[in-house]
């Protein structure tokens, strides 16, 4: 038995008088071999029961079960062959005679946990948070879908809960020398907010990944923020020395029963919030205290529902471990979803997933991006990576299983089918990093493609390109830079309706003869090279002809192409332009212009009508575009 709060089951029969109530307490006393005071008898530890008030239908004659915690601050090497149980005097009357027949020790067992959330003062802190329609996922996807939440906690997450949870559990004597916790961000808010409301000092050990926007929010609620590491596990080790050091109380982040409790009451507010048929719950992954916490409610009050973890890709210890049959440990893990990125899950909370958890989906990173965006449009909130963990493992599955979501009911049957219900967790997120999250949102939903097209190099070939591509076709990106070989390379953007969108403009750019490869999945592309296609120009021209402008004009469906065809006569030799959603569309032009031609091109510059300024004599064009090496003036 682990060192803890550890229930012992009691079977026996008590004999109940027929026609009184009893009220009585019971004692039972544990005596371990192996251990010896120092008079030499045995140590026990004695268990007093909570008060039973009971009508005699509640024990019958019978044999009836009890369950009894036992608390201890050590681990006890054994139990015995046999114990002793007696029954004291209640305030009403003598208790019945009472025989044991036999009793076994284990871990908190379900009906334990219940009571664990059924008991949890989470609500000293947290709000009960709305189960909310999501009416555009729903039409999407054919389904009720339905969002909890937690977002909306005074910490922004779930983890409030379990956290102030298990403070409150231990009273504030036991606190005195106050508390330390690791955490990614949310946890370390939900013992900082706890720790304010509870008045007692409290230390957090923060990764040095963990965004900012958490980092000071932990230190506005009074708590001292330390950053140590490069994940969760390193912060974890330090924050436990620290915590021997200074004889402070250790609060982790998932695997502690009455952590677990706390999380739990989500599950519990769930079921009471949706009375109708829930088919599937879909819970974001990282140690395994949410969704352990929620499994446990949930497959003891309907088990038919399905309960299901996902996981990022590149942090997906709960998926390893349950298709190993044991905790698996990561070398690496992901931190985008840095509120997920932990390399081990939890020793309990794997104990109870492993049972109760029905599968765990994995996800990208482009699909959690699009996750982000579906919940600003439903909400106009913005969730964090990990917040919107659930809402992208959904998604992936009613799409991955032709028969629908959990229950085996078709996609299509929205109206035979029970309500699919993610878990938006949390939205701490730096604001900085939604730039990453909407240059891939639509490549998550499918609605971007990326490739790179061969073009010959001469002039014209770049229109040419963009005409094969069909008027219908909707550019979101073009990099070009003229080069000193025959042939050109082209980075081109394009929104799509879906993947198939993708495939047509392929079949479309090598029916004129065109060499295309799709790059929608090439991580390394989307990252790095869509802002280094360029450089310096190739000697196909001289330097001096070559004019560089940047142009703004009205963001509309078709104004690349219309701007583009207002350049007819001259050579593009570079070429950047990047739909970010804006009004307006920006784009830099590089066109050779010889010098007996310079006065006609200012006058169709003016004649454009559109917004431009002339590039030519900066200073960054002139180091890193220019052809040829620049001046020992220019340097």
């Known amino acids: 038995m682990r060192e803890g709060r550890t229930s012992l089951v009691v079977e026996g029969s008590w004999g109940v008088p027929k026609s009184s109530t009893v009220a009585f307490l019971l004692v039972l ?59 004291e005097a209640g305030s009403l ?57 937690e977002d909306l906690q005074p910490v922004f997450s ?63 609620r009074g708590a001292t923020a330390l950053l140590f590491g490069d994940s969760f596990d390193d ?30 009451t989500i599950g519990l507010e769930i079921l009471r919030k949706h009375s109708g048929r829930i088919d599937a719950i879909f819970v974001p992954v990282g140690g395994g205290g949410l969704i352990a916490g929620i499994a446990l409610v949930v497959k003891r009050l309907r088990p038919q529902v399905k309960v299901i973890g996902v996981e990022p890709r590149d ?11 044991r905790r698996v440990r990561l070398e690496q893990v992901g931190v985008f979803a840095d509120g997920v990125a932990v390399k081990e899950v939890g020793e309990e909370t794997f104990r109870i997933c492993k049972d109760l958890v029905d599968e765990v989906v994995l996800v990208d990173t482009d699909e959690i991006c699009a996750a982000i965006k579906d919940m600003f449009e439903e909400t106009r909130s913005i969730l964090e990576p990990a917040g919107a963990l659930a809402i992208a493992g959904l998604k992936h599955y009613v799409a991955t299983n032709a028969a629908g979501a959990a229950g085996g009911n078709g996609a299509g049957a929205a109206e035979d089918a029970g309500a699919l219900i993610v ?40 229109r040419a390109m963009i005409e094969a591509l069909g008027s219908g076709a909707n550019i979101t990106e073009f990099n070009y830079r003229a080069s000193s070989s025959e042939v050109a390379h082209v980075f081109v953007g394009l929104s799509v309706a879906d993947r198939r ?54 963001e509309r469906p078709g104004a690349l192409r219309r701007f583009l065809s207002g350049l007819r006569g001259w050579n593009i030799t570079l070429f950047h332009y990047r739909n970010h959603g804006s009004d307006v569309g920006r784009v830099l ?38 052809p040829g090496l620049p001046s020992s003036e220019e340097r």
């Open 29 to 87: 006393t544990v005596r371990p071999r192996g251990i010896r005071e120092r008079n030499g008898g045995a140590r026990g530890w004695d268990k007093r029961a909570p008060r039973l008030s009971t009508a005699p239908s509640f024990l019958p004659s019978g044999p009836a079960t009890l369950s009894i915690q036992l608390c201890r601050r050590h681990p006890t090497p054994h139990f015995p062959q046999s114990f002793s149980m007696c029954t």
């Open 93 to 149: 009357g003598h208790p019945p005679p009472g025989n044991v027949s036999r009793y076994v020790a284990s871990s908190p067992l379900k009906n334990d946990y219940l009571e664990r959330v059924l008991n949890s003062r989470v609500y000293d802190v947290a709000i009960e948070s709305p189960l909310e329609a999501a009416p555009l996922l729903s039409a999407r996807l054919s389904r009720t879908v339905l969002l909890k939440r």
């Open 158 to 220: 779930f983890k409030l809960r379990g956290a102030y949870n298990m403070m409150a559990c231990m009273g504030c004597a036991a606190l005195q020398n106050g508390v330390v916790a690791a955490s990614a961000g949310n946890h370390a808010q939900g013992v900082a907010l706890s720790a304010q409301r509870l008045g007692v000092p409290a230390t957090i050990v923060m990764p040095q990944t963990t965004p900012s926007i958490k980092v000071e929010a932990v230190r506005r």
């Open 235 to 264: 912060a974890r080790r330090y924050a436990l020395q620290l915590s021997r050091e200074h004889n402070a109380v250790f609060i982790p982040p998932f695997d502690h029963p009455d952590v677990i409790a706390g999380q739990g």
């Open 315 to 325: 942090a997906d210890a709960m998926y390893r471990s349950l298709q190993a049959g």
């Open 423 to 462: 878990i938006a967790s949390g939205a701490n997120t730096n604001f900085d990093r939604l730039r990453h999250v909407s240059e891939r949102a639509e490549i998550g939903e499918q609605r971007e493609a990326v490739l790179a097209v061969a073009i010959p190099e001469r002039p014209g070939a770049f």
């Open 501 to 554: 969108g993708a495939h047509d403009s392929m079949r479309r750019l090598q029916d004129a003869g065109y060499q295309a490869v799709d790059l929608t999945d090439n991580e390394m592309a989307k990252l790095h090279l869509r802002h280094c296609v360029g450089g310096m120009g190739g000697p196909s021209f001289a330097p001096t002809d070559e004019i560089v402008y940047r142009f703004e004009f009205p």
């Open 589 to 626: 032009v590089g066109i050779q212009v010889p010098a007996a031609e310079r006065v006609e091109f200012l006058h169709f510059v003016d004649e454009l009508g559109y917004q431009h300024n002339d590039e030519t004599d900066n200073i960054a064009y002139r180091m890193f575009l220019r």
